[in-house]
């Protein structure tokens, strides 16, 4: 099959607009998402022998469900109707920008890490190591400046050689606490076959981070009151925990994209600094 969907997601002001302008030029159709006033954007890119339609996902930090557009972007992804994401990175603000990324891949997505704004973390004498970046992600890492269309070519011959990817997802230790109840809830969700087409795990993180979207869908799939016993589970081992769970996991993502930059990244200095 020569025709790919190709996703562009990130946070806001990674440069997705400006990579989608790159991919598709001229080639663009605005219009809104389904049921929301939130702007979609789609264009045709052609490399090779292949038609890539690109769609421009919009920019969030999260994919939780606070906003319009982290639940179009996060339903969009759910739903898996994409052979590749590009996930647009801000070179100059990783650590801020792997939190999104990791989100994604706990999500089982499919993802290219494209290290965009290259120019302004080399500006800034930041080093990125992507050989180790990748491993610890385990995605492909391209480097690019949007902006200057340094490095599309080469995005779009990992996009082909990566248009299938393997089903696997990135799984974070959360700790004996957390991981066993982790394992009971998704127990629990095969017994009532719920979510079939999602990511198990990803959905049980997300009921134990008390997740409003993923509650209601839980609800909606398997009824109020067999709902009712996966809630009622995880409320009381919250109550013998040390902490609230959507702390504990947060904590953990964050412990974890520490130690990726750690081995990952080359800051200068401070001291070397340049006085002004
Ligand atoms: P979006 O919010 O993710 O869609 O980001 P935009 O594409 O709107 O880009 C935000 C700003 O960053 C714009 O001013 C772009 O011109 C600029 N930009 C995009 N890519 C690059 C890049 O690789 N390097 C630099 N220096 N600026 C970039
Ligand atoms: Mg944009
Ligand atoms: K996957």
């Given at each position: 099959n020569t025709e790919l969907k190709v996703a562009l997601a990130g946070n806001p002001n990674s440069g997705k607009t400006t990579m989608f302008n790159e991919l598709t030029g001229s080639r663009q159709h605005v219009g809104n998402w389904p049921g929301v006033t939130v702007e979609k954007k789609t264009g045709r890119a052609f490399y090779q022998d292949y038609s890539l339609e690109v769609i421009d996902l919009p920019g969030t930090y999260s994919l939780g469900a606070y906003s319009e557009d982290e639940v179009v972007a996060r339903d969009f992804l759910t739903a898996g109707d994409y052979d590749v994401v590009l996930n647009i990175i801000n070179s100059a603000n990783l650590d801020r920008n792997l939190y999104f990324t990791i989100q994604l891949l706990e999500m089982g997505v499919d993802l290219i890490a494209v290290l965009n704004m290259a120019d302004e973390a080399e500006k800034k004498g930041i080093?990125?190591?992507?050989?180790?970046?990748?491993?610890?992600?385990?995605?492909?890492?391209?480097?690019?400046?949007?902006?200057?269309?340094?490095?599309?070519?080469?995005?779009?011959?990992?996009?082909?050689?990566?248009?299938?990817?393997?089903?696997?997802?990135?799984?974070?230790?959360?700790g004996t606490e957390v991981e066993e109840l982790i394992a009971e809830v998704i127990e629990l969700l095969k017994e009532n076959d719920f979510s079939q087409q999602l990511n198990q795990r990803w959905a049980?993180?997300?009921?134990?981070?008390?997740?409003?979207?993923?509650?209601?869908?839980?609800?909606?799939?398997?009824?109020?009151?067999?709902?009712?016993?996966?809630?009622?589970?995880?409320a009381e081992r919250e109550l013998k925990a040390e902490d609230d769970f959507d702390n504990i996991i947060i904590n953990k993502k964050y412990e974890f994209i520490n130690k990726i930059i750690e081995e990952s990244v080359t800051r200068p200095e401070v001291d070397q600094e340049p006085e002004n």
């Open positions: 080093k990125i190591d992507k050989k180790k970046l990748g491993q610890m992600l385990g995605t492909p890492v391209v480097e690019t400046v949007a902006s200057r269309g340094r490095g599309i070519k080469r995005l779009l011959e990992k996009t082909i050689e990566n248009r299938n990817l393997s089903e696997a997802s990135l799984k974070i230790d959360y049980a993180v997300k009921l134990i981070e008390h997740d409003p979207e993923a509650v209601k869908l839980l609800e909606r799939e398997i009824g109020a009151s067999k709902a009712k016993k996966i809630k009622s589970l995880i």
